[in-house]
Structures are given as structure tokens and as C-alpha cells.
């Protein structure tokens, strides 16, 4: 998701986007941990959403 996007977003669907973001995360990382997986940078890319969700929610929450 781009930054606009996100910033489009109400302040319940953020929370709501990073409870399932932060769960997708756990799920690659113990999959990853399991055998590896195809394409790592997948978890990179789930913690840059998340913290990109979070910082939009503490802007928005200011």
C-alpha cells in the first residue's frame, strides 16, 4: 500500500489493517523458520507496511 492510501484510511481501520498485518508477519516468520521461504523479502516488506500503518495512526491520533 502507498502512503496515500493508507493516510485515506479511518483511524478503526488502521488498527484493524495492523492486527492483520501483524499476524501475517508471525505467520511468514515461523513459516520461514519451518523451511525457508520463496521470497524473504515478503517479511520485509509486511514490517515496513506495518510500521508505515502505525506512524498513519500516530499522525492521525495527534
Known sequence: MKYAEISSL???ELKEKIKIEQENLRKLKFAHTISPIENPTKIKNTRRLIARLET?????GS
Open 10 to 12: 479511518a483511524i478503526e
Open 56 to 60: 498513519a495512526l500516530n499522525v492521525k
